[in-house]
């Protein structure tokens, strides 16, 4: 089958590679419709990680080719949203709602699914099967939902964005945007987004967002105090994982506010003191995809919702490199590519 | 009136000083009945934070002398436990319980309480008055309710204690000790206290800790995960604010469990990565102590709770040298200054 590697840091290439086979009893093989390049897959792409010829991607949605004998919750010819962490769905830290760091996870960034088919490891607790085959318009949605826009949603939810609520968003990228979604489906009052990008801008407004702030760093914060009567909002979501970004996301939060936090960390450093006398509440990390995964395949089966708009470069699989480079040169939001 | 004072660092006096006099029609002056000395009285002690001739204490019970035309909840001649930080009461943040964050804050440290009377800022938000005057066996503990007390029973409370959690306490002194004891009365099933010095390991028993931990660091963390089926305490309550303590603390939390910090934090780093991946919920600071005042009162009066039991050495005020002495040699646990 072809698929994408990055053969070395900002080299993409297509190859052909082994077909998957299931291994384990819990696992599918998955026939992968549209896959997308992450932000995340940026850092090996700019060197920040070391890799080579790394099988790259962990968003993807598609048809079910093969179970093993232990799947129970999905069957072949279904069409399937997976997640991009694969959990087994039993253990303790599943049941109780954090299927991301589920005791026995599998990081689907190091199995790949920016290829024809994927191997999926616990499939019961990893993919879910849609109401029917979806209609071509909302493939992009269905795709979010695998990592973006649940991501986003677990940003707002850590966050306890809700209604009565003043939230703010840090970071305008694919997950910051549906951060801004989710925290306007949550109920929230006021959606402040924090963005100096026109496009993105207009798609957080189009999404829910009732304030855009262009000021970054202490001048961002000030701006968030300014609109919150002094105090700070009671909700950020942080969306892009730097030292800067943090520090802006807690210096926006009123004391006992809540921050979360869903941009992947790199060399970020918390001042205990500062977080000691911010007194806000903090939960991050990769999200617990799986446990807002009905409810979001059924908020955009019936379209309420169309988190696919970030979405504003389409390739095929053949051309992932130029995907890459797209979202590097940050010409595109988010890239999907069609298999 | 006589208090005491930090001349310079290690240089402890008890001085005469002016007596207070009412300034805000919101304030009180209290006669102090009973003071005491605190760990972080300690970090200005050591040099840690510069000092000269700073009027000293922030715990305090005694008994209401005067007020100031606006105050309306207390009365010359009451028994009253203050709260460490004084606080309006009226704000939002006070109003959403945090109100050690209050707009208005004083830091009782900045006023002294190590003395014959006080002043007391925003005394309705402040100051709550006991039934009656207390027997002289339960000053102690009315004393503990204003800081240490308080203050493990918030690191108890935002580290989610209570029934069916595990609860693991990082750190021996009063505040430690009564988180033990906060963890048990909001019903924790198992509480692992953290401790090497024996009689705090047998007061830690007392107070209702079900197993010891004698490890520190990575060698603690992997104990108590041992403890706790190979996943990590519920709830951490973190009560020493150094950057082994927090480690210790976060490392020793299940994903998706509580992390409850108030150790007072000096030269804390928090690895953004480490917190990212641990996905557990961190939430710390000077601790509300307003918003649990009437109920530890209430457990206290009752004699449900005895948490005066930290203190291990009773002196004159005249002799607060030596209790400070004692602190810093960890002679003592706790220290209460008779006035």
């Not at 209609?135 to 992009?140: E, F, G, S, W, Y």
């Not at 304030?211 to 968030?224: N, S």
């Not at 909002?233 to 869903?262: D, K, L, N, W």
């Not at 903090?282 to 979001?296: H, M």
């Amino acid at each position: 089958m072809r698929g994408v590697v990055l053969h070395a840091p900002g080299d993409v290439r297509v190859r052909e590679l082994d077909d998957p086979k299931i291994i384990e009893p819990t696992d599918a093989i998955i026939r992968v419709t549209a896959a997308c390049v992450c932000g995340s897959d940026l850092w090996p792409y700019r060197g920040v990680e070391e890799v080579h010829d790394q099988p790259m991607g962990h968003e993807y949605v598609g048809v079910v080719e093969e179970i093993g004998s232990d799947v129970t919750t999905v069957k072949p010819g279904q069409f399937v949203v997976g997640t991009f962490v694969a959990a087994d769905g039993t253990c303790e830290i599943c049941r109780s709602g954090f299927p991301s760091s589920c005791v026995d996870r599998v990081f689907m960034s190091e199995v790949g699914t920016q290829s024809e088919r994927a191997r999926i490891p616990h499939a019961d607790g990893t993919l879910v099967a849609t109401p029917g085959m979806p209609d071509a318009d909302l493939i992009p949605s269905l795709l979010a939902a695998s990592d973006v826009l649940g991501t986003g949603w677990f940003g707002a939810v850590a966050a306890q964005a809700g209604p009565g609520k003043t939230v703010a968003v840090v970071g305008d990228g694919a997950v910051g945007l549906l951060a801004v979604l989710a925290a306007r489906q949550l109920g929230a009052e006021q959606v402040i987004a924090m963005s100096r990008h026109r496009t993105r801008q207009e798609l957080a407004v189009e999404f829910g967002a009732t304030a855009i702030v262009t000021e970054r760093g202490e001048e961002g914060v000030a701006k968030v105090k300014e609109l919150t009567g002094g105090l700070g909002a009671h909700s950020v979501v942080e969306a892009v994982g730097t030292q800067q970004s943090m520090r802006q996301a807690i210096g926006s939060t009123r004391p006992g506010g809540h921050v979360g936090f869903v941009g992947v960390s790199h060399d970020v450093a918390l001042s205990g003191e500062n977080l000691f006398f911010s007194q806000v509440h903090l939960l991050g990390g990769p999200a617990p995809v799986r446990r807002f995964l009905p409810e979001l395949i059924d908020l955009i089966w019936q379209r309420k919702i169309d988190p696919g708009r970030v979405f504003d470069l389409r390739l095929p699989l053949e051309e992932a490199a130029e995907g890459y480079k797209a979202m590097d040169e940050r010409r595109a939001t988010k890239v999907l590519l069609t298999i």
